[in-house]
């Protein structure tokens, strides 16, 4: 079973509508968590950090749950500029490394 | 202010040849990463090294070395390149002394090993 689980999609939503992605992590002491998005053969980059009490960033979303060891980005208003990997990300949090767990991404394809 | 930089951004070898991908940060940051992304399977830890001076293995480290030469520069090498070792090789560095975890990623290099 993989540490970090996401549906690789693709999702294809047209303009404006609001989609949603969720991921699942296997580790119960992972402490960080975050969604990156990463641009077709670019880096990735921080999105969002993920807070137990959820937290928005403009028209993006996210929400964790511990119980059930689940995080959420919801994407509202989408635009064609949003059509990217969106990878989910957890760090476990042993003080040696700091080093993240990567889901494998679900890819987003936003059409006019 | 660059970020994290990364040469070469691409790299064709024959198999049993070697290789050092370079990789700098000016953002003084402590701790660096090397992972490697193949389709479907998501970035993989290669290497770290939480400071200068330090290095400790990660998730896939069997036929690669690295070293930490100063604080800004993190090296990775290929000794002897397999075909498996195919892949897009990201460097990052992190930024801890402000409590936060993010981590700030190279360009990225591409590795074809034939």
Request: hydrophobic share 30%; proline share 4%.
């Amino acid at each position: 079973r993989k540490e970090v689980e996401q549906d690789p999609g693709p999702f294809n939503v047209p303009e404006g509508a609001t989609v949603a992605f969720n991921c699942t992590y296997s580790n119960s002491a992972s402490q960080s968590f975050f969604w990156y998005r990463q641009d077709c053969r670019k880096e990735p980059k921080l999105l969002m950090s993920v807070y137990s009490s959820g937290n928005e960033d403009g028209r993006f979303t996210a929400q964790l749950n511990r119980a059930s060891q689940y995080i959420s980005l919801l994407i509202r208003d989408s635009k064609l500029s949003d059509s990217a990997t969106y990878l989910c990300v957890v760090n476990i949090g042993d003080t040696g490394r700091r080093a993240l767990t990567f889901g494998s991404g679900t890819r987003l394809q936003v059409q006019p | 202010n660059a970020g994290v930089t990364q040469t070469p951004k691409f790299q064709v070898l024959k198999t049993g040849q070697s290789m050092t991908l370079q990789c700098a940060q000016d953002m003084n940051h402590n701790s660096m990463y090397w992972y490697r992304q193949d389709p479907g399977m998501g970035l993989r830890l290669i290497y770290y090294s939480a400071s200068e001076g330090t290095t400790d293995k990660g998730e896939v480290p069997n036929g690669y070395n690295v070293s930490r030469l100063n604080k800004r520069e993190f090296s990775l090498r290929l000794e002897s390149a397999a075909p498996s070792q195919t892949s897009v090789y990201f460097c990052a560095s992190r930024d801890r002394d402000t409590g936060y975890e993010t981590q700030y990623f190279g360009p990225g290099t591409r590795l074809l090993v034939l």
